[in-house]
T-cell receptor, first 113, second 109 residues
Framework: EAQVTQNPRYLITVTGKKLTVTCSQN?????MSWYRQDPGLGLRQIYY???????DKGDVPEGYKVSRKEKRNFPLILESPSPNQTSLYFC????????????FGPGTRLTVL | QKEVEQNSGPLSVPEGAIASLNCTYS??????FFWYRQYSGKSPELIMS????GDKEDGRFTAQLNKASQYVSLLIRDSQPSDSATYLC?????????FGTGTSLTVIP
């Protein structure tokens, strides 16, 4: 089944404790992206990757890191999480940046205390 | 100025009516426009994409694009209770995607 998977789905952590949210797709997509969704602010792009070893900042990259060592994986790293990073996070992938359809993962709800 | 603006709603329509959702965008470079539906607690799913001025129909859904006025709309005909969701407008000016905050639609049986 074609899909984007994210882990964990739910995470409660404390300020400053490094964490990684994994994202994996099995569709051989070149383009992958991370978003955060907050009430009243909508879906905002954090980072995106056009292909392996190519990553770029989106609208809200501060406090986040990403890497794209393999085509299928695009982990999101919070080196020192803060409460303002409490949010719902989505990973997405598509064939290319101009591709019609982005496939979204199920989401990761992160709470930073 | 936000890249994409939508009325947050909520928008309520009776079952069988036409629901009209609107979106404006600021970047004239944008060439690709999308409507996503998001049920509560779920991830967004693509409903429609449109690239050229005019109308594009897919079943009960019609997307309308007017690049001169920088707006894109979504019409849902014969609305059903299962259409109750938040609808997100998105634009793709280059390699990034910009989403609106979404319009909440409730279809009343």
């Amino acid at each position: 089944e074609a899909q984007v998977t994210q882990n964990p789905r739910y995470l409660i952590t404390v300020t400053g404790k490094k964490l990684t949210v994994t994202c994996s797709q099995n569709m051989n997509h070149e383009y992958m992206s991370w978003y955060r969704q907050d009430p009243g602010l909508g879906l905002r792009q954090i980072y995106y990757s056009m292909n392996v070893e190519v990553t770029d900042k989106g609208d809200v990259p501060e406090g986040y890191k990403v890497s794209r060592k393999e085509k299928r994986n695009f982990p999101l790293i919070l080196e020192s999480p803060s409460p303002n990073q409490t949010s719902l996070y989505f990973c997405a992938s598509s064939l290319s940046s101009g591709s019609i359809r982005q496939f979204f993962g199920p989401g990761t709800r992160l709470t930073v205390l | 100025q936000k890249e994409v603006e939508q009325n947050s709603g909520p928008l309520s329509v009776p079952e069988g009516a036409i629901a009209s959702l609107n979106c404006t965008y600021s970047d004239r470079v944008s060439q690709s426009f999308f409507w996503y539906r998001q049920y509560s607690g779920k991830s967004p799913e693509l409903i429609m994409s449109i690239y050229s001025n005019g109308d594009k129909e897919d079943g009960r859904f019609t997307a309308q694009l007017n690049k001169a006025s920088q707006y894109v709309s979504l019409l849902i005909r014969d609305s059903q209770p299962s259409d109750s969701a938040t609808y997100l407008c998105a634009v793709n000016p280059g390699n990034q995607f910009y989403f609106g905050t979404g319009t909440s639609l409730t279809v009343i049986p």
